[in-house]
């Protein structure tokens, strides 16, 4: 992994001015898209959001760049974000649930935006420790990288984000962290091995590429799957 907020020469950083996160209506014309989402702009024009896939269905981010470039970003390469002094969060894990064929959609970029899943976002099985840190920070940063091998960041305030969010989302405030939650059928219990897995801020894709070995070595069993597992 690349070292995060390392001193390279090739640094350019996006400074933010005071902003204010507010709800919008979502200018998605896909009706499985909830009607709001919680946005901030920064100073450089750049947005970041949340919403929702559906009422209550999965929350995605969505980081976009203000502007035309004549270094366009790389999304191939995944960025890294950051929250306060807390660990940085790669998302190459949500990237990689694309060629992995683990049947999760995790990761769209395309011209000026990346979007990319957060939380499943079932208040029963709790929050992922991201919109959790996202919703109680004071301040992220994303690290997105350049076709040119060279990177930018760009800096959103997160104070008071959380009753935004909250509005936005539909969000309960009594969510709390994940938490297991029992599953029937082996389709369900890989998949929710696999969100859980997502919803975890550490880099490594380990558990994702275990998840998919083991699944296919189950014969559709949970024992088993959870035999070669655990």
Same mark, same amino acid.
């Given at each position: 992994?690349?070292?995060?907020?390392?001193?390279?020469?090739?640094?350019?950083?996006?400074?933010?001015?005071?902003?204010?996160?507010?709800?919008?209506? +979502?200018?998605?014309?896909?009706?499985?898209?909830?009607?709001?989402? /919680?946005?901030?702009? +920064?100073? $450089?024009?750049?947005?970041?959001?949340?919403?929702?896939?559906?009422?209550?269905?999965?929350?995605?981010?969505?980081?976009?760049?203000?502007?035309?470039?004549?270094?366009?970003?790389?999304?191939?390469?995944?960025?890294?974000?950051?929250?306060?002094?807390?660990?940085?969060?790669?998302?190459?894990?949500? @990237?990689?649930? $694309?060629?992995?064929?683990?049947?999760?959609?995790? =990761?769209?970029?395309?011209?000026?935006?990346?979007?990319?899943?957060?939380?499943?976002? @079932?208040?029963?099985?709790?929050?992922?420790?991201?919109?959790? %840190?996202?919703?109680?920070? #004071?301040?992220?940063?994303?690290? =997105?990288?350049?076709?040119?091998?060279?990177?930018?960041?760009?800096?959103?305030?997160?104070?008071?984000?959380?009753?935004?969010?909250?509005?936005?989302?539909?969000?309960?405030? @009594? /969510?709390?962290?994940?938490?297991?939650?029992?599953?029937?059928?082996?389709?369900?219990?890989?998949?929710?091995?696999?969100? %859980?897995?997502? $919803? $975890?801020?550490?880099?490594?894709?380990?558990?994702?590429?275990?998840?998919?070995?083991?699944? +296919?070595?189950?014969?559709?069993?949970? #024992?088993?799957? +959870?035999?070669? =597992?655990?």
């Amino acid at each position: 992994m690349r070292r995060f907020f390392s001193l390279l020469p090739l640094l350019i950083i996006s400074f933010v001015s005071p902003a204010d996160w507010k709800v919008e209506k +979502n200018r998605n014309d896909s009706s499985k898209t909830a009607d709001s989402i /919680a946005i901030i702009e +920064n100073g $450089q024009g750049d947005s970041f959001s949340l919403y929702r896939i559906s009422n209550r269905g999965e929350v995605w981010a969505r980081f976009k760049l203000h502007g035309d470039f004549t270094d366009t970003a790389d999304w191939n390469t995944p960025p890294m974000l950051r929250i306060d002094n807390n660990k940085p969060i790669s998302l190459s894990r949500q @990237k990689d649930l $694309q060629v992995m064929g683990v049947g999760v959609d995790a =990761y769209k970029g395309q011209q000026g935006q990346i979007e990319f899943l957060i939380w499943h976002g @079932k208040e029963s099985e709790g929050l992922s420790e991201f919109l959790a %840190q996202i919703m109680g920070g #004071n301040k992220l940063i994303v690290r =997105y990288y350049l076709s040119s091998g060279s990177y930018k960041e760009s800096t959103f305030p997160l104070t008071d984000a959380e009753t935004t969010i909250s509005s936005a989302l539909k969000i309960s405030r @009594k /969510a709390s962290l994940s938490t297991p939650q029992k599953t029937t059928t082996f389709k369900e219990f890989v998949l929710l091995e696999i969100k %859980q897995c997502l $919803q $975890q801020t550490a880099s490594t894709n380990t558990c994702l590429k275990r998840i998919k070995e083991c699944r +296919n070595k189950a014969d559709k069993e949970i #024992n088993k799957f +959870n035999s070669c =597992y655990r």
